[in-house]
C-alpha cells in the first residue's frame, strides 16, 4: 500500500501498525510527536494504529528548551 510520511510517499506493507512504521525507522518513539491524517495519536495507541492506503503520517521530534 502507499502511505505518506513527512511529506513523502512510500510504500508500507498492509496491515502496518504506526508502532512498527516507528520501529523500522528507528525513531524513539518516546521523544516522537505522531499524527496520523493531521490527528494526534497518543503514544499509548501506536501499536492499535492500523495505517490504511493513503494515509498521512507525520512523526515529529519533540524539542523541549528555553
Not at 503520517?57 to 528548551?65: D, H, P, Q, S, T
Request: hydrophobic share 40%.
Amino acid at each position: 500500500m502507499r502511505i505518506t510520511v513527512d511529506g513523502l510517499p512510500e510504500e508500507a506493507a498492509e496491515g502496518l501498525t504506526l508502532a512498527h512504521l516507528i520501529e523500522q525507522r528507528q525513531e524513539d518513539a518516546l521523544e516522537l510527536i505522531a499524527e496520523v491524517n493531521y490527528r494526534y495519536i497518543h503514544r499509548g495507541d501506536y501499536s492499535s494504529t492500523v495505517l490504511k492506503e493513503g494515509d498521512r503520517v507525520e512523526l515529529i521530534l519533540a524539542a523541549f528548551g528555553g
